[in-house]
């Protein structure tokens, strides 16, 4: 095995002690993006990833190579357009198929009827499994129609043997050939987004993330239901969304169980959609939202892996829920829509270690001066005590180059407790 690099090995302990919240040097820069690195140099089109992600690997190298940001971030979170073809998706739109720009990312559909109905949500907590697969999965994916005929709820002894008729029907085999015709194109983005950390590990960048995935919540909120639907739901059906939520954290808790013990993780990232205060009262976060992201928070601190919570939009009526509840010098958080930053560091200083300080806008369309003046207040702010890594306050797609290498040089040579 190769030595590590010595960048890697100081920017991992870099990020150690402020995940600790303990005092460092320098305060670890590294933006979170999605498609930055393609916008930038315009190497490749979005429409190109998603066809295949080692399109754009290049223009990844090319920028941390470049900028030398202190964690690397790859392309897994943009969907692989080849896969979402191979099974005919019907809830993502994206450039290439949908889209005639090729340079504006995918969305993801809210449908206004929902591919699951309230009065199924008892269905769904009874058989998660069973539900997806003959009732989500078909609606999700035209190429798996077929399994919709399938049922192995009763698959045992004979049952087993009567359980593979449905198997003659052409849709069912139609939709396992597309399942594998899924699998080998997925085993090699898999492959490359691997060997793209790998490689930038050599490089001396570590993993900002190592696995992203939601609340258990979000589960209905983005897909299954829908955010309109599931926001009457929880007047309408409260107890019936309550049962299938506690349901989907119970899978969402063993997944995150069977991933850590697969392989090494060192920071599993929850996107949070929902949950903050224009949408859900406290009490609802209490009853429908916070259970399960504890419950998976807990799982990741039980097994020395750093949940990083990504709070997007306001969550400030929620502030003393999360630290109640989360234990200190374990956990990240990345506020993205919180006007009140200064209050979070006030209230949390020392305990959480705290991403962000940055505006997105002002690196894609401020001058220099207004760059330099930003990264140094942010510092100034945030950074005493230690717990601070510096971030922006949106998912960065589009920045100004100059304005960049501005931040990144400005962080560099610019502490101040």
Request: glycine content about 6%; proline content about 5%.
């Amino acid at each position: 095995m190769s030595e590590l690099h010595p960048k890697f090995i100081e920017r991992s302990q870099l990020l150690d002690d402020s995940i600790a919240c303990k005092r460092t040097d320098r305060c670890l820069t590294a933006p979170f993006y999605t498609y930055l690195p393609i916008l930038l140099y315009n190497e490749t089109t979005i429409a190109d990833t998603m066809k295949d992600w080692r399109n754009a690997i290049p223009s990844y190298y090319r920028y941390h190579e470049e900028f030398q940001p202190d964690l690397a971030y790859g392309p897994e979170a943009i969907f692989p357009g080849s896969a979402l073809e191979a099974l005919d998706c019907q809830f993502v739109r994206w450039p290439g198929k949908h889209f005639p720009d090729s340079k504006i990312g995918f969305q993801v559909l809210d449908q206004e009827d929902g591919y699951m109905h309230e009065d199924e949500y008892l269905e769904y907590a009874e058989d998660p499994t069973g539900f997806l697969m003959k009732k989500i999965l078909p609606k999700h994916w035209k190429k798996l129609e077929g399994f919709a005929n399938l049922d192995f709820s009763m698959a045992v002894w004979h049952g087993m043997l009567y359980s593979t008729l449905p198997a003659l029907d052409p849709k069912v085999k139609e939709a396992f050939d597309a399942i594998i015709d899924c699998s080998k194109i997925m085993g090699e983005q898999v492959a490359a987004d691997g060997e793209f950390y790998a490689t930038m590990a050599q490089k001396g960048f570590p993993s900002g993330a190592d696995l992203v995935t939601s609340a258990p919540f979000d589960i209905f909120n983005d897909t299954l239901r829908g955010f309109l639907n599931v926001s009457m739901d929880m007047y309408t059906c409260p107890d019936e969304l309550k049962q299938a939520v506690d349901a989907a954290t119970k899978i969402q808790v063993r997944y995150l169980k069977n991933t850590i013990k697969s392989r090494p993780l060192k920071i599993v990232g929850f996107m949070l959609h929902n949950g903050f205060d224009m949408f859900m009262s406290k009490e609802q976060f209490e009853t429908f939202y916070w259970p399960g992201l504890k419950a998976c928070i807990d799982v990741c601190v039980e097994n020395n892996v750093i949940p990083w919570i990504y709070v997007e939009d306001s969550f400030m009526a929620k502030l003393d829920i999360l630290e109640c509840d989360c234990p200190a010098g374990k956990v990240m958080f990345t506020f993205t829509g919180t006007n009140d930053m200064k209050a979070i560091k006030e209230r949390w200083g020392g305990r959480y270690c705290l991403k962000g300080g940055l505006q997105g806008s002002v690196l894609e369309y401020g001058t220099k001066e207004d760059v330099v003046k930003m990264v140094k207040e942010a510092i100034d702010i945030y950074a005493p005590g230690g717990g601070f890594i510096l971030d922006t306050d949106v998912t960065l797609d589009n920045a100004n180059p100059e304005n960049l290498r501005v931040l990144f040089e400005t962080a560099k040579d610019y502490m101040k407790y």
